[in-house]
């Protein structure tokens, strides 16, 4: 029903993509990423899905459902509601309801729904994949908590990948990212235009400890 009502607000005149990323961690594939944007020119709507790997899932395990609904203005989308329904290894269920004037937090099939203030910026989904160029605005969210984000670096060089992956030019965003516990990451992102619409091509972020989880947008089978 969420989808079914945020969908009203894209129009007509819309374009629709769909983008697939492999997810991988050193030598193991993790998952894949899949995210379908849909576009007019002054609105747009993105839903996703993330499903963890069978060879993941023997250490960690987490699938989800999301959706984004908002306004596209000339710095890119600006977040109106965003939706998550995600599930983990042992089956805890989370749903998120973020709207403008604030969120609902489900954090398990037992419990009831608990309010929470509107978090800052907008979804880091639209933040990181889909802004036309670097962002810049400080926070980020995932429905529920706000992130504090910062560009350290943005340089445009060559992106080099198999032939299943894009490969080209492309504009390294480097940030740092903090949340709410004060954890910090560095995560770089690579955007290029593909068909016409700017997109993260590539997603690294650096994990203490582990290796890094990249995601890279598939282009060919």
Request: hydrophobic share 35%; net charge neutral.
């Amino acid at each position: 029903m969420f989808l079914t009502c945020v969908s009203a607000l894209v129009g007509a005149d819309e374009v629709d993509r769909s983008y697939q990323y492999d997810a991988r961690m050193a030598f193991l594939r993790a998952g894949t990423l899949t995210l379908d944007l849909t576009r007019s020119e002054s609105n747009y709507e993105v839903i996703g899905n993330f499903r963890t790997s069978r060879a993941m899932s023997r250490y960690y395990t987490w699938n989800g459902v999301f959706a984004a609904v908002g306004k596209w203005e000339g710095r890119g989308p600006v977040t109106q509601a965003y939706m998550s329904r995600t599930v983990s290894k042992d089956d805890d269920l989370k749903i998120v309801l973020a709207y403008e004037d604030g969120s609902r937090v489900l954090d398990g099939p037992d419990e009831e729904f608990e309010a929470k203030p509107k978090p800052g910026g907008i979804d880091l989904i639209s933040a990181l994949f889909f802004s036309p160029q670097c962002y810049r605005d400080g926070q980020v969210h995932d429905g529920e908590d706000t992130y504090q984000i910062s560009l350290s670096s943005e340089k445009v060089r060559r992106l080099s990948n198999s032939a299943a992956y894009y490969s080209g030019m492309a504009t390294h965003c480097d940030y740092q990212v903090i949340d709410n516990r004060d954890r910090k990451r560095r995560v770089t992102v690579s955007l290029a235009e593909i068909g016409g619409q700017v997109v993260a091509v590539q997603v690294r972020a650096r994990i203490p400890v582990l290796p890094d989880a990249i995601f890279r947008l598939r282009v060919a089978d």
